[in-house]
């Protein structure tokens, strides 16, 4: 259990996907324009990054390694998760409408997110079991979101500030990421384990 | 259509993937952090580039345009698990760097915008020289990067594990600034860098704009 709670802390703060390993930048700055938008992404990240971590480390135990084939990671794990992300869509649209209304157009955005690759790929490499690459995939989509929310709502103040014309758009979102990244530095020298007696 | 060498030049300045296109970030900020991960990923994507975009000219004819996209991840990633082999076998400690952004050339969205943008609608050829500039504009645009980088975070240049090569020391030790290396360095190095590009391309267009009022026509 102690366990669960460091690998959480560890993917959602320490390690953040997008301030501190630096995967999913595209959606991060395509969809921070506004905070509900951004807050929809959220929930559509949290959802497929929880499902593909899953789903992930089936296929990695039960098909890859019995059968000798971890070599085809790479080309298993992108195949799933596109299948997966199709599935998740037409599931939603058929069961609830009201979801559907609140994630659909984000939720063909999440293949090229490369923080769904990148999760089922990390979990497979540190070794975790079933039930921690499910923490483990939640936790860091609510980490991504954290993220972008906190980002989208400093864009909407930053529309009425007076920016050079060179650096408006893209370049002066870069900058802030980069700023909110110094801030989350600051979780990089908490030791959870320590921290609740581990 | 384009010739071959128009489709070679492009991505290197006008529609540089990174500085003009503002593709494939992620692996942008995670590799620059020394000049020869830079260039180790820069060649890593450009080899998929060409290899994805010959193979999706050639089959163009024949993939049915419903599923193209998974047809492409498919092509795509089969490259990626070429290069991820290779380089863990020669260069072992280039990719442990790297780590996990070496699978994710896979997602890389230079890579699929190319499939979609230009292999599925041209020669073999012509595909093959928009892979090879648009991955050395790449590659470019990672070894500029780092070497803004590299030597600002550690106060040496050029440093290369695999290669046995130590790099060349710009300033002692103590000067140096270790977060430049860290994610933080990378996103204000990126944005700052597209900020400058922005604003020498801006002055270029005004020039030109200029002289062509005093000129004839357009």
């Not at chain 1, 483990?136 to 972008?148: P, Q, R, T």
């Not at chain 1, 500030?161 to 060179?166: D, G, Q, T, V, W």
């Not at chain 2, 070497?147 to 002692?172: Q, S």
Request: with cysteine; proline share 4%.
């Amino acid at each position: 259990m102690k366990q669960l709670l460091v690998i959480m802390f560890s993917q959602a703060l320490i390690n953040n996907y997008m301030l501190s390993r630096i995967l999913g930048t595209c959606p991060f700055i395509g969809v921070s324009q506004q905070f509900e938008t951004a807050t929809g992404m959220s929930l559509a990240v949290v959802f497929v990054m929880t499902m593909a971590s899953v789903i992930t480390w089936l296929v990695q135990h039960f098909i890859l390694n019995p059968l000798g084939m971890a070599y085809l990671q790479t080309v298993s794990f992108i195949l799933v998760i596109a299948a997966l992300v199709q599935l998740i869509e037409m599931v939603i649209k058929k069961n609830s409408p009201g979801l559907y209304r609140a994630l659909g157009i984000y939720l063909p955005l999440i293949t090229t997110n490369c923080a769904v690759l990148g999760v089922a790929i990390i979990n497979i490499s540190s070794n975790y079991n079933l039930i921690e690459s499910a923490v483990s995939g939640a936790a860091g989509g609510l980490g991504w979101g954290l993220a972008i929310m906190l980002f989208a709502a400093i864009r909407e103040r930053q529309r009425l500030a007076p920016i050079s014309e060179a650096m408006q758009g893209f370049p002066i979102a870069l900058v802030t990421t980069g700023l909110l990244a110094m801030a989350f530095l600051g979780f990089s020298g908490f030791d959870v384990a320590r921290f609740i007696g581990l | 259509m384009s010739s071959p060498l128009q489709a070679f030049t492009n991505g290197i300045y006008k529609e540089n993937p990174t500085f003009r296109l503002l593709l494939g970030m992620c692996p942008t900020m995670a590799a620059s952090i020394a000049v020869s991960n830079g260039i180790g990923m820069g060649l890593a994507a450009t080899f998929v580039l060409i290899g994805s975009n010959l193979i999706i000219s050639l089959l163009r004819s024949v993939i049915p345009s419903e599923i193209r996209i998974p047809c492409y991840v498919v092509v795509i990633a089969t490259f990626v698990t070429i290069v991820d082999l290779v380089m863990n076998a020669f260069l072992p400690q280039l990719h442990a760097v790297l780590g996990v952004f070496v699978p994710l050339i896979v997602v890389n969205c230079i890579i699929l915008a190319r499939a979609e943008a230009f292999a599925s609608k041209n020669r073999p050829v012509s595909s093959i020289m928009d892979g090879l500039g648009m991955g050395l504009g790449f590659t470019l645009a990672l070894a500029v990067l780092s070497a803004i980088r590299e030597p600002l975070a550690t106060g040496v240049i050029m440093a290369a594990a695999d290669l046995g090569f130590n790099g060349i020391r710009l300033f002692p030790q103590r000067y140096a600034m270790a977060i430049v290396n860290q994610p933080v360095g990378g996103f204000i190095t990126l944005g700052l860098a597209i900020g400058a590009v922005n604003l020498i391309t801006a002055k270029k267009k005004k020039r030109s704009s200029d002289g062509a009022q005093g000129g004839a026509g357009k």
